[in-house]
């Protein structure tokens, strides 16, 4: 029997293979869509994934973590561009009935030479899933929201902290310098709320909303922690389109 995760995988890659058997994975009688670039109903997923394997797209699945009735990924896509996404599903009696995504292009390696994919992709510290999701939640509120600068070394490792986002180096000091960035008298990047934290062993996503560069943007970051402390950092920033552009009511959250 698949596991949701292993479920998960098999959906994902059917957009490459073409596979019909992939699309029952999904309850398309329940199955929310949150992207807003794609329409609901219409189209069967299975006819969808037959049309785009047209097009020879590679689709690689870098690490999966289950946290009850979700699944969240990270995923490398090949649609004529390379491209970084988060992928999250939420199941309901064996399949998907609701989904999320965030999704930006391939940058190149970030100052350090870390990539936006590469690094760990080992789950482990199992029994720690509710302390680390608590510790990234108070991290969002404390630090990426509230901007409690001072308790950064509270949160992340000073030392030997592993950076993957393309706009940063390793380190604490980048970081701090990158909350710290104004532009006029607006900061750079705003974190103006926390929608969801899913969370397995070492690994914790947190989903959110705000501003980056004057765009209302999604924020997917995705944090390993070690002995309650942030050791690693993937993320994705994605801009939201007008609401007027969106192509289902469901709401990007």
Not at 73 to 91: G, P
Not at 107 to 124: C, F, H, Q, W, Y
Not at 212 to 232: A, K, N, W
Request: aromatic share 10%.
């Amino acid at each position: 029997m698949l596991s949701n995760k292993d479920k998960v995988r098999k959906l994902l890659k059917g957009i490459e293979t073409g596979d019909p058997d992939a699309a029952l994975v999904v309850n398309e009688n329940k199955y929310i869509q949150h992207n807003p670039h794609t329409r609901e109903g219409n189209i069967g997923l299975a006819a969808l994934f037959k049309q785009i394997a047209k097009t020879g797209p590679r689709v690689n699945m870098i690490r999966a973590f289950e946290d009850k009735d979700f699944v969240f990924a990270h995923m490398e896509y090949d649609f004529t561009s390379l491209k970084a996404a988060f992928e999250v599903f939420r199941f309901e009696d064996g399949f998907a009935v609701e989904h999320w995504d965030n999704m930006q292009p391939m940058k190149e390696a970030n100052i350090s030479g870390r990539t936006m994919l590469d690094g760990s992709v080992v789950v482990e510290d199992r029994e720690l899933t509710e302390f680390n999701r608590d510790k990234i939640a108070s991290f969002v509120n404390d630090i990426l929201i509230s901007r409690k600068l001072d308790l950064l070394p509270d949160y992340v490792c000073n030392d030997n902290f592993i950076q993957h986002s393309p706009l940063l180096a390793d380190g604490i000091a980048d970081l701090h310098c990158a909350l710290s960035e104004r532009k006029k008298d607006q900061y750079k990047m705003t974190y103006s709320q926390v929608h969801r934290i899913l969370a397995q062993g070492n690994f914790v996503l947190s989903i959110s909303e705000g501003v980056f560069d004057g765009q209302h943007c999604s924020f997917y970051d995705l944090f390993r922690v070690s002995q309650g402390i942030i050791i690693e950092h993937w993320d994705t920033i994605e801009p939201i389109p007008p609401r007027r552009e969106w192509k289902n009511d469901n709401g990007k959250f």
